[in-house]
Structure formats: C-alpha cells, structure tokens
C-alpha cells in the first residue's frame, strides 16, 4: 500500500493503495467514480479512456504510480449534466445504443478535438479506431464529432 | 378511432389514489398472455394481476412509466414508454421513465430477446395508455357535469366545448376513484403524435456523465469483490488446487471451490453448463483480488465424457452425454465434414427432389461453413448478490429473469417470492445475458460467504467460458433443367452442436421439389442465442447459394427472388412456409428502388445483395465494396426493412446501422478458435472486432410504411448482412467465398 494525491477533475483526491493498481480501479473501487468503464484490461477497446494532462490515455493498463503531478480528467470532469459540447454532440445524434463504450469514445473524441478541432474523417478514423464499439454506432459517432463546433 | 374488444377485460386495470394525490393506474396483462406464453414459455395466471405504479400522474403532470423489460440497447427503456404515452396522450416531455421491478406475474414476461421487446408490449402498453385517459375523462366528465363523449384530451389536457379544461394531474386523483373503462378506444395509427416520431433515449444524459447504470457500476457498503477461476479448456475440470499464496495477498478474503449446480440437478433450458466447478477468489476491491489470483496454483484433469440432467422438452427430464473429448478446429471440421455426408434427419419435403436433381440438366452444389463466435458483451459477464439464510437480493444485467429464478430458488433453496432480482442496463446482450450462471455463481459465492458480493469476469474469462454462437456447415444444392428453371433445391446443414435448419423458411414454398435435412454432433463447448440464432448463419449461406443459382440461371439476383416470392405468394408449394411473401416482396421493392439497383449510374460498383426473413420481420441489404491498401471494406450499405410499425424511428435507424455494422464484423472478422479443448481467442488482441475505420462511410435506411403491429428489429437486419457481404465480395474479387470469416488479416494494434 501507498499514497497516492491524485488531481482528478481538478480536485485532490487522496488515494491508498498498491502502487500497481490501475488509475481504471482507483477511480471505479476507490472514488466511485463509475463513469469510466472496464473492457479489456489491456489497453485494446478503449472503454477505460481517460485524459492524462489531456492526452487521451487507456487507465486499465496505467498503474496509479506513474500518475503523479499530472492532471487526471475522466467523463465526470467533462460536465456534470452532459453540457459539454462533445457530450451535446452525442446526446443530439442519439448515439448510444447500449452505451457502455460511449464514455470511452466521448473522452478519445474530445481529446481530438481539444488538438484538432475540424479532423478529416481520416484523422477521426485514426484516433477512433482504438475504440471498439460492440453495437456499431460508430456512424454517428462519426457524425457526431464532426458536427462539435469548438 | 378503432375500438377494440377483448373478452377478459374484467379486472384489467386497476388504479389507487397516490398519497400526495393523484393516479396509480395498475393494468393487467393477461389479455395478452396467451401470446406471451408462446412466446416465451412463462407461466402466467389466467387471470392477470395488477401492474403496481405501472403509469403513475401526479398532481404537477409528471407522468411515470415503468418500462418492463431489461434495456440491452435495444431503446426499450424509451420505445415502449412511447407506447404508453401515445394512447395516454400526454406531452412527452412530461414523461420520466424508470426500470420496473421483476415481476412476471404483474409486468409480463420481462424477456429482452427474439427481438420481441415492442412486438409483446406493444398491445397491453397501448391498452394501459388508453384505459387512464378514459379514466381521466370520466373524471373530469363527473367533475364538470357533462357527457365524457364531449370531452377531448390533447398533450395531457383535457378540454371541453363550454371552454372548461384541466391538466390531467388535477383530474388525477379522481380518475383513481373511476370504474376501469370495459371498451377501450385506441388510436388509429394516423393520429399517432409520438409514436412514429422520433424521440431521444431517455437514458442519454446518464449515458455520455458516466452515471451508474450498468450493472458493473452497481455498489452497496461492505461489498466484496469475486472472480472465478474456470478451467482451461471445455473437458477440463478442476484437480486440486492451493490457496496458500493467494491468501497471503493483501484485501483476500477467501478462495475456495464451488460447484454451479448439485449432482443429478436438473437443468432448465437456460442454465447452460460449461464448468460445474470453479475456484472463487474474492476480497476486498477488484485490483486486489486480480493481482492475488495470479498467484493461485490449481491442476486441472480431463472431465471424460459426462452426464447433463435437462428439463426434457414437454415435460419430464432427460439425460444426455456430454463427450469429453478435447476439440481442435481442424478435427472439430474434419468430423462437421465426415458427418455431413451421412443419412440425416428429414426435416422437409416437398414433390420429389430425388427425381428432379436424377433428371436435372444442371446441378449446382455448395458447402458453407462458419466457426463458433463468442459474444464480446462490451460489459463482461458480472452480477450482484447478497444472500442470507432468510433473502436472496440479486442485481445486474441479465435478459431474461424470469427463466432465471426458478434455478436460482433452487440451488439457493430459497422460495421465489424471498428473491429479489434488480435489473440494470446491460452493456450490451446480444443472447449471452439470457443465461445466468453468472447469477447463480455469485449467488453460491455469496451464499457461503453470507456478505454482499459482486462477480466479475474479465475479458478473458468472459471470451473463453462458452456459451458461444455454434460452429455450422450448410450443403445447399439447385437442380436446373435444360431450360435453366430452378426444379429442385436442397439444404442439408449441421453444426456442433446444433443444427442451423430452418425447414420452412425460403425457398420453401416457392421450388417444387424441396428437401431440407439436419444433422448435430454433440460437443462439451457449449452455445447459446447469439443475435438471430441459426439465422445468422442460414442467411448467409443461403443468400450467397441464391447469387450463384442465380448466375447460372442468367438472372438478376433481386428478380430472381421476387420470381420466386411471386411463386410463394400466388401458389405456394407445402403448407407451413412461415414468412409472408408479400412483405418480403415488399422489402425487395424498396430496396431496389432505394439503393438504385441495375441503373446506369450504379454500374460501375461493385454490389452484393441479400434479403432474409426472421423473428416476424423482413429486411435487405445492398452493399457496396471497395478495395482500400489490398483488402476489401463496405464502402456503403442501403438497408430496407419491414417490422410493421417504427415506433423511434432515428433509434430505429440507429439499430439497423449497428446491425449491418454487426453483421460485417462477425462476417469479415468473427471467429472463435479452439486447439486441445481452449479458446485461442481470449481477448481483443486476437479476437478481432471491427473497428471505427472498418465501418462502412453510409448506410441509408428505410423503412416499408406499414400499419401492421410492430413486428421487432433487433435481430432481422442482421443475419441478410452476411449474404450480401459475400455476394459483394464476389463481385470485388471474382471469387466467391464459402467460409467465414472471409477476411484474415492482423488488425491494426490501437
């Protein structure tokens, strides 16, 4: 066991446990911060992204002893009540169908968008493709981000 | 208005004053169970009970719908509530939706599955909407002293000529006091106002915050954490094994081996046996219990063939053998191969087909083949108990509760009525969330522990535990005589361990000489429903035969199905063909028309075709292929459906997008390996799933305009996908392709 002082969605959050442990099970075990969903556990659907100083990071696979002073941002820390514009986007093209993966896909789709704010469907189709969607709404997710006004 | 009559309408509604005033309309169910009981093989009272708080007003006009059956995607937690309020006439706006409890005495057979959501709902939810608005205007009819008949009601309003109007929730509380309305008047669909008309999920906010839902988010105080260990490989089964390791590791609680069911138990037709016995390891949080099992030392032995006790069909109970042999894919093809060439089951015929393929001029013959799929659930497999000697309370995403509680009460011990059972969204289903072991075996693990305890499959464990979609093979042959008229066709299909016939689908009914036969090879590697079961699989077979039958005979592949429907249509051949050639014809009407087929401007792509009918609904695909980097991708896909009445349709559309999406995945990609008895495919890295880049740039959908009762959608665009991928692909690579998956290539790592 350690300690651990995360700064998750701009808030301190004081964490004790093994330094193995991924950012994934600290936030879902530890903090109850449910929003960002376990898939794989390695790295390979996307389900469990975060951004890590905005940088859109798998946290199934980041052991929470590599984190230290960088800022932690999960679905949470978009808005509380859906008002981001990426999160208005996916709620205007009704995206979801099960919509286990969609936390997933919003937070890979809004660090995109943050360094690239009108991606070809080309660039969208690379930084997607690590995220798998088991009922196929990757269409509107499509849609979707394209039609994000920054 | 249309009115309708119904003979056992005596105690169909029931309604109660709320406390803090207002409306809870109770409605009963029982005027639909018999269709119910065919669909799902529930008992359910011939005289219905009350639907508690089914539709509830309150005296500020909020109106609440419990939505009976478990969301998996499928949009019920938003579809059906539309059907409720459609006949209730409220504002949507107005309405909030909340998961009902289990119950299926009072809410129906509770069954996400058989694409049957909205097709067994939609009568008794239109019937519950219309039974309170009359309540609602008989009470205003009192209140004022007029005629109800005078009395209109729009958007949860109700008004009257002398200029009298009130909101539903000022009328509520009196309503509640009304005789339940005898003859109920329904809507004629042409004034539907919010069926038919688009409306957003009603989880959807929930969804993109990232608020618990899911049953892998559900959390209660001092919960412990489970995983199970299961055995390597189907014939497996567990040795001996020492926790003394794993106990050292820090938030442990215990490890220990359970069995899922007591020997001689027998088995529902939903309680799928893969591994009696596992290991539980279970502690403190998930990371804990994890990284401890990787210290568990266990030795597994061969299972030899075994004994399965089932529920036998129609009563009694039967004993089957479950071989013990450890499968390979290449020997579980050789054997699907060997077997296919021996005498089989006669399933039907029609005319004689012996004589017409001794007398054909032209014999055309193919062999399609199709491995196991495992469902790949985005959610893995998991579930919540809490069992004490006195109550069982048991919550997370399952499809079907009703077939799960009886299993649960007995290896729990424990009546029915002591078992509560939550149902959460699930994050997705697909068939997979219609078994329980998931259920029972964090029942027996919490049972033991006496704590509240949630289990947890990782990917792994989720991909590698059975259940799949079964292997199938499929010989189809056409006889053509010297004039190229199709005289004969014939399907013999057999799988491990099913076999994917449907005798009585088309062409039966439109070829004179018809045979169709099965064959099954009994397996330990144990299959479940996987979206449109042995559909799935026929679809593609036949639909691709359909194409070469129709290339020999010198025929267009949409005409020659429509000359054939005509067939089926104007004279059938046998009586018990189960689809309606009207509205098949209809589907390929409008597929024609949408996607342009056999114009000029269409010439140059490269197009495949398939239509196919299932689960009551009719649905095409055209699909257009391209090469991209040296393999092939769907570049764009028009889809037209029948299901009778769309009641979301944006989220109706939405369902057929992932379907064809679905479909060329499983197509392309899907497979499901064995070597010496294990799984070769145990995570994303090697089970590949199609991905964002992979997806075809369009699919266009349309819908038939139809009146006919909503006749279900999950499950009907998808298995015609694999047709028209293969006939696709013919047309892109001049081969044709027999087995799937049809592409193998690494994919790209994310």
């Known amino acids: ?150 | 208005m249309e009115n309708t009559k119904s003979q056992s309408r005596r105690s169909f509604l029931k309604s109660s004053a709320l406390a803090g005033g207002g409306i809870m309309l109770s409605f009963s169910w029982f005027s639909e169970a018999e269709a119910a009981e065919k669909t799902t093989k529930l008992n359910l009272p011939e005289q219905g009970a009350e639907l508690t708080a089914y539709i509830k007003i309150t005296p500020d006009n909020v109106v609440k719908i419990l939505c009976p059956n478990p969301e998996f995607g499928q949009n019920v937690m938003t579809s059906l509530p539309m059907i409720v309020a459609e006949e209730l006439d409220v504002d949507w706006k107005n309405v909030v939706v909340e998961m009902g409890p289990h119950d299926n005495v009072k809410l129906g057979p509770q069954f996400t599955g058989g694409s049957n959501s909205v097709r067994m709902y939609w009568k008794p939810l239109r019937n519950a909407g219309a039974a309170a608005r009359q309540m609602l205007i008989e009470a205003a009819a009192q209140t004022w002293g007029v005629s109800a008949n005078e009395i209109t009601t729009k958007a949860g309003e109700l008004s009257h000529s002398s200029g009298k109007s009130a909101k539903y929730g000022e009328m509520a509380s009196k309503a509640a006091t009304v005789p339940v309305p005898k003859d109920l008047k329904l809507k004629a669909p042409k004034d539907f106002s919010i069926v038919s008309y688009s409306k957003k999920n009603t989880e959807g906010v929930k969804l993109v915050t990232g608020k618990p839902l899911f049953g892998i988010d559900y959390k209660v105080e001092g919960m412990l954490v489970a995983m199970i260990q299961h055995p390597p490989a189907f014939g497996m089964k567990l040795k001996s094994f020492d926790t003394a390791q794993v106990l050292k590791m820090p938030g442990i609680k215990d490890v220990f081996s359970f069995k899922l069911y007591d020997e001689g138990f027998e088995q529902g037709g939903f309680d799928t046996r893969t591994f009696n016995e596992m290991i539980a390891i279970v502690g403190n949080s998930t990371w804990e219990v994890m990284n401890a099992r990787k210290k568990l030392s266990v030795k597994w032995e061969p299972t030899g063939d075994t004994k399965d006790t089932l529920a036998g069909r129609g009563g009694g109970k039967r004993e089957v053998v479950v071989p013990g042999r450890l499968e390979t894919t290449s020997s579980q093809m050789e054997l699907m191969a060997e077997y296919a060439k021996k005498p089989a089951q006669q399933l039907r015929k029609d005319g004689d087909p012996e004589t017409a393929f001794k007398n054909a001029a032209q014999i055309i013959e193919r062999t399609y083949n199709a491995p196991f799929l495992a469902h790949n659930t985005m959610e893995p497999m998991n579930f919540f108990a809490h069992v004490t000697p006195e109550k069982a309370i048991v919550a997370g995403p399952l499809q079907a509760p009703g077939w799960i509680e009886p299993t649960l009460s007995k290896i729990l011990n424990l009546p029915a009525d002591k078992i509560e059972i939550q149902m959460t969204r699930m994050g997705g289903g697909f068939g997979r969330r219609a078994y329980g072991q998931y259920v029972y075996e964090v029942a027996r693990i919490s049972q033991r522990l006496n704590a509240p305890v949630k289990l947890i499959y990782t990917r792994e464990d989720d991909m590698t535990y059975g259940i799949y979609r079964p292997m199938y093979t499929a010989t189809y042959r056409a006889a053509l005589d010297a004039n190229k008229n199709l005289i004969g066709f014939q399907v013999r299909g057999g799988g491990i361990p099913e076999n994917p016939v449907h005798a009585n689908r088309f062409p039966a009914g439109a070829v004179d000489n018809y045979l169709a036969e099965g064959w099954e090879i009994p397996s330990n590697i144990t299959i479940g429903a996987f979206r449109a079961p042995r559909s799935n699989f026929n679809a593609a077979a036949e639909q691709s035969f359909l194409d070469e039958v129709a290339e020999a005979m010198g025929k267009d592949p949409i005409e020659l199905r429509l000359e054939l429907l005509k067939r089926a249509k104007e004279n059938p051949v046998g009586k018990n063909n189960d689809y309606d050639a009207s509205r098949y014809i209809g589907v390929l009407e409008l597929l024609k028309e949408k996607s342009g087929w056999g114009k000029p401007e269409n010439a140059a792509k490269k197009r495949g075709v398939a239509a196919y009918f299932c689960h009551n609904s009719y649905a095409g695909h055209v699909v257009d292929m391209v090469i991209r980097d040296g393999h092939p991708y769907v570049e764009q896909v028009t889809s037209a459906v029948d299901c009778g009445v769309v009641v979301n349709p944006d989220a109706a559309r939405n369902m057929v997008q992932g379907a064809v999406i679905d479909g060329i995945g499983n197509a392309f990609y899907g497979a499901l390996t064995h070597k010496e008895g294990a799984a070769e495919q145990t995570n994303f890295h090697n089970y590949r799933m199609i991905r964002h880049n992979e997806a075809p740039k369009k699919i266009d959908v349309h819908f038939v305009e139809s009146e006919v009762d909503p006749t279900g959608l999950g499950e009907p665009p998808f298995p015609p996908v694999f047709g028209a991928v293969a006939n696709a692909l013919f047309k892109t690579t001049g081969k044709r392709y027999y087995n799937q998956p049809f592409v193998s290539v690494p994919q790209k790592s994310s």
């Open chain 1, 1 to 150: 066991m350690a300690s651990y002082n995360l700064k998750i969605n701009g808030k301190t959050n004081k964490v004790d446990v093994d330094p193995s442990t991924p950012l994934l099970w600290v936030l879902r075990d530890s903090l109850n911060m449910v929003g960002t969903k376990f898939g794989c556990g390695m790295a390979q659907c996307g389900a469990c992204t975060i951004h890590l100083d905005g940088n859109a990071v798998r946290s199934c696979v980041l052991p929470v002893s590599a984190i230290g002073k960088q800022d932690v941002t999960t679905i949470e820390g978009l808005s509380e009540k859906g008002e981001h514009p990426v999160q208005k986007a996916w709620l205007e093209h009704d995206v979801a169908q099960c919509g286990y993966c969609q936390t997933g896909q919003i937070m890979t789709a809004t660090a995109l968008l943050k360094k690239n704010p009108n991606p070809t469907d080309a660039e969208i189709d690379a930084a997607m493709s690590g995220n798998i969607c088991r009922c196929g709404t990757y269409l509107r997710i499509k849609e979707a981000i394209k039609s994000v006004k920054q």
